[in-house]
């Protein structure tokens, strides 16, 4: 975007490359030597909020600061107004990824989740910085794509809302996602993907609710030992992506979590919150609670009197996700 001129980063991404200290904020000596990579081929790591640099004015036909650097989970946490402890969103999309704000200090999780930086920035010379659990969950979105292009059970992303809602339930059927395996909080390379539970009655349409309803099972896995990490009790669930606009899904997900499922009416979140965050740094506009308190709620989605039997459901799914675990020896 420089033309080469700036070699530079920030701390959310940073976090990510398993060479950053996420306590100390800087590159890692120890790591560095570790995998024999010279500290001085590192890009600099500057906070979140941070004027990088410039585009190249023949780039984009002028040249523009570049404002912000975020990984896209975090830029969509920052989009749902997310900026405190236990606040949390979801992002549905091919995979699935669920990240809540810890606070300024870091929280280790004891349950297979990946601690991170949320973002970094100055506050009157000082440097700030919101931690963050994240779980990652692999296909979600992709099983969806799988049922089109693999099966040819359906014909588009659509249909499966209302092939899901022609049934009462899956007919006993359950749909392990582990088409690349089971990210959190199982972390299992070797579970392969797997229907459970066919019968001679089972249709096309309790195949598909078996699949979307799969992918709730997945987040509320994640909701759950985020809440045993947290030591409190999530009390909302934003969401965002492309897997968002399934109300099915939605319904189904506050169902099974027993809290109330907030869809906002621009759904993009990671772009929305990279352009919050750009332009607050700017001076674009100086109340970030204002920008977000502006956004429109598209749905929120509360727990329905279908509740109790989702969730006594999910215990069965994971009885199916036990057979599906370490399938390659």
């Not at 941070?50 to 975020?70: E, N, Q, R």
């Not at 990240?99 to 991170?116: E, M, R, Y």
């Not at 772009?271 to 750009?278: I, L, M």
Request: hydrophobic share 40%; charged share 20%.
């Amino acid at each position: 975007l420089t033309g080469g001129q700036i070699h530079a980063t920030d701390h959310s991404n940073a976090s990510r490359t398993m060479l950053m200290n996420i306590e100390s904020l800087s590159w890692d000596r120890e790591l560095l030597d570790l995998f024999q990579i010279p500290r001085e081929i590192m890009p600099e790591i500057k906070p979140s909020f941070s004027i990088f640099g410039k585009t190249k004015a023949d780039l984009l036909g002028v040249s523009i600061p570049i404002a912000t650097i975020l990984g896209d989970q975090q830029a969509a946490l920052f989009a749902h107004g997310c900026d405190r402890p236990g606040m949390l969103k979801c992002t549905y999309g091919t995979g699935s990824f669920l990240i809540a704000n810890t606070g300024d200090s870091l929280t280790k999780s004891q349950n297979q989740l990946l601690s991170t930086i949320g973002w970094t920035q100055k506050i009157n010379g000082n440097l700030k910085t919101a931690y963050a659990l994240e779980g990652a969950m692999f296909t979600t979105g992709a099983c969806i794509q799988w049922l089109r292009d693999g099966l040819k059970l359906i014909d588009s992303a659509a249909e499966t809302e209302h092939l899901a809602m022609e049934v009462e339930d899956t007919n006993g059927v359950y749909f392990v996602p582990a088409l690349s395996g089971l990210g959190t909080p199982h972390w299992d390379m070797n579970a392969r993907g797997a229907f459970l539970g066919i019968t001679g009655g089972v249709k096309r349409e309790n195949m598909v609710r078996a699949v979307l309803e799969s992918i709730a099972f997945q987040v509320k896995e994640v909701v759950d030992v985020l809440n045993k990490d947290s030591g409190t009790l999530m009390t909302n669930l934003k969401v965002d992506g492309g897997g968002s606009q399934n109300n099915f899904l939605m319904q189904f997900q506050a169902d099974l979590l027993g809290i109330p499922v907030e869809r906002p009416a621009f759904i993009d979140a990671t772009a929305q919150g990279a352009a919050f965050a750009a332009g607050l740094t700017v001076g674009l506009w100086d109340d970030y609670h204002k920008l977000v308190n502006n956004s429109t709620v598209g749905q929120v989605f509360e727990p329905s009197e279908n509740a109790a039997k989702v969730q006594k459901s999910f215990m069965v799914w994971q009885k199916a996700v036990s057979r599906a675990k370490n399938w390659i020896e």
